[in-house]
């Protein structure tokens, strides 16, 4: 239907004490007080998911400025900006009594990151607040009334509150400043050599391991002066912090100094984050990969043999398949499915990848003669010569002192630059480590995945599930995320299934894997999340984040690789 707000004002008035079926009749568009509701989706009873609603502010309403918006990394920023305004105008309308979910309002935009999400757009055009709300009524019974009084007038005020003049322009602008400072800060790490920065007077440590806020009472970062850098932005200055330069990074110290925190944090740079956060000018190489050991996940098509050859009974890992991977051949598939998508920086915690794929020493070297791994160690800096850094946090493997061009020792969270130290230990105690030559080329695998390894039909219907950050649903099969640990927010998770649902008109035996999921990424950039799923839930992944999830599909498929 089209009409007015009066008209659906009267209508909703007109169906309370109906059959909650009677909702139908509010889908459509409604146009007054200077925006249009469109009633996109009505839910099917008041437990059901809420409806999908939208508005449409046009520019005379809005009066957001054009150079509020005029580069996508601004634009990014001043979405999320206006998404959370949006929401707290929410939260603040009257309550709803009802059954199930009645009035609630679901605005989509959580955490500390800033993405791009499609709860929120913004063009020459005006602007488009995408949410869910709840159809208010008593078991089975419209409450008419009430929903004439949330649709009609309370949501429409709770929009107003986004138009520039209510708005704090100030926050706004620094909100979106920041988001396009961090996003030329990525670009100037490549220009300076680095991988990583982190200002001084960052707050790194977080609440607890289940809260994003900062830790109360945590202690500033501060560079030491030997890694100290200056790096220009665009609206703040200049900038002073610890700057990682490219190489072999080891982050090192006593037990709870704080060298997990500074790798979390650097793994998570490679997002912006919203001003106050503390982490906001951390700021990591946009293509960085957090790698792990995950028992028992899928690996499929993978050639594991720059890490993992010559196994018992002749078995081949050329192209290496299997539903329950130990840790030492989940971490290889990581570290190689992340050379596949493309990474220029590996992030690693030795609490999380298993030892016999980071090193052997040498007793185990003298004891064990017949070894199928080649550990990273020997591959390190091969991997440096292919243009990827390397990121180390250990509190136990020595041997890559030996391989390290540069050593922060925590010490009380506090960073100290030991490198000079670290190279007359590893003098003064050699290892007697043998260096070995890796009988194959390190190379990453270019798999070239098959359509229906994307099926998410069941029954003859198509679905999707996304049940939180670490596990969506594809079809009838389960999809474990936890070990991406680069995935920040339940919108990101949701964008994923949808993206590897739409892989499967295009994944024809031609593609990689890598081309399929930066082409996923880079339309639902151009054409709006939105059109990857009609739900204002959706947040924004990476191509790597993207790539994860596929890789981990017990149902992949790949064609036969073919020859470099």
């Known amino acids: 239907m089209r009409g007015t707000l009066e008209d659906l004002a009267e209508l909703l008035h007109g169906i309370d004490g109906a059959g909650y079926g009677a909702y139908r009749r509010a889908k459509g568009t409604w146009e007054g007080r200077g925006l249009t509701l469109h009633v996109d989706h009505v839910q099917g009873d008041p437990y059901a998911t809420p409806s999908r609603v939208r508005f449409h502010l046009p520019p005379g309403t809005h009066g957001i400025p054009d150079d509020a918006w005029s580069r996508p990394a601004r634009e990014r920023g001043l979405r999320d900006f206006v998404l959370r305004a949006f929401r707290e105008a929410c939260r603040k309308l ?225 192209r290496f398949t299997t539903t329950d991977a130990s840790g030492s051949t989940s971490l290889a598939a990581a570290i190689l499915e992340a050379l596949e998508i493309g990474t220029s920086l590996l992030l690693m915690d030795e609490d999380t990848c298993a030892t016999n794929l980071m090193v052997r020493d040498a007793r185990m070297q003298e004891l064990v003669r017949e070894e199928t791994i080649t550990p990273l160690i020997d591959r390190v800096r091969e991997l440096l010569e292919a243009g990827v850094s390397t990121v180390l946090v250990t509190g136990g493997g020595g041997d890559y002192l030996d391989v390290a061009d540069t050593v922060i020792l925590m010490e009380d969270y506090r960073p100290r630059d030991a490198a000079e130290e670290a190279r007359r230990v590893a003098g003064d105690h050699p290892t007697g480590r043998r260096t070995g030559e890796p009988e194959h080329p390190l190379r990453a695998s270019g798999r070239r995945p098959l359509a229906r390894s994307f099926e998410a039909r069941r029954k003859g219907k198509v679905r999707i599930r996304t049940r939180d950050t670490d596990t969506i649903q594809l079809g009838s099969t389960d999809v474990d995320l936890s070990g991406i640990e680069q995935l920040q927010d339940y919108g990101q998770a949701r964008a994923i299934a949808g993206m590897l649902h739409g892989m499967r008109e295009r994944a024809d035996g031609e593609r990689t894997l890598a081309e399929l999921a930066r082409e996923a990424v880079e339309t639902a950039r151009r054409e709006g999340l939105h059109t990857v799923e009609d739900a204002p839930e959706l947040a924004m992944p990476r191509p790597q984040e993207l790539a994860a999830a596929a890789s981990r599909l017990r149902t992949l498929e790949v064609a036969e690789e073919r020859e470099p």
């Open 94 to 318: 009257p309550p709803v009594s009802g059954s199930g979910k009645s009035g609630r309002v679901r605005v989509s935009v959580d955490g500390p990151i800033v993405v791009e999400r499609s709860g929120c757009t913004i063009d020459a055009g005006g602007l488009t607040l995408r949410f869910r709300v709840g159809l208010p009524a008593g078991g089975r019974t419209c409450f008419g009334h009430s929903a004439a009084d949330l649709l009609t007038r309370d949501l429409p005020l709770a929009a107003h509150a986004v138009r520039w003049e209510h708005l704090d322009r100030e926050l706004a602008r620094e909100w979106s400043e920041t988001a396009e400072d961090h996003a030329r800060l990525q670009e100037v790490l490549a220009e300076r050599g680095l991988v990583g920065f982190i200002r001084d007077g960052s707050l790194l440590p977080r609440e607890s391991g289940v809260s994003q806020e900062p830790l109360e009472g945590a202690v500033p970062f501060e560079a030491p002066g030997s890694l100290r850098v200056s790096l220009p932005t665009l609206h703040h200055g200049r900038v002073e912090g610890l700057g990682i330069p490219e190489g072999v990074t080891v982050i090192t110290g006593g037990g709870y100094h704080g060298k997990t925190t500074v790798l979390e944090a650097l793994q998570h740079g490679v997002f912006a984050h919203v001003p106050g956060d503390g982490r906001e000018w951390v700021v990591t190489r946009p293509d960085a990969v957090k790698v792990r050991s995950e028992d028992g996940r899928a690996v499929t098509g993978l050639d594991l043999r720059p890490f993992i050859h010559g196994l018992p009974l002749g078995r081949d890992t050329a």
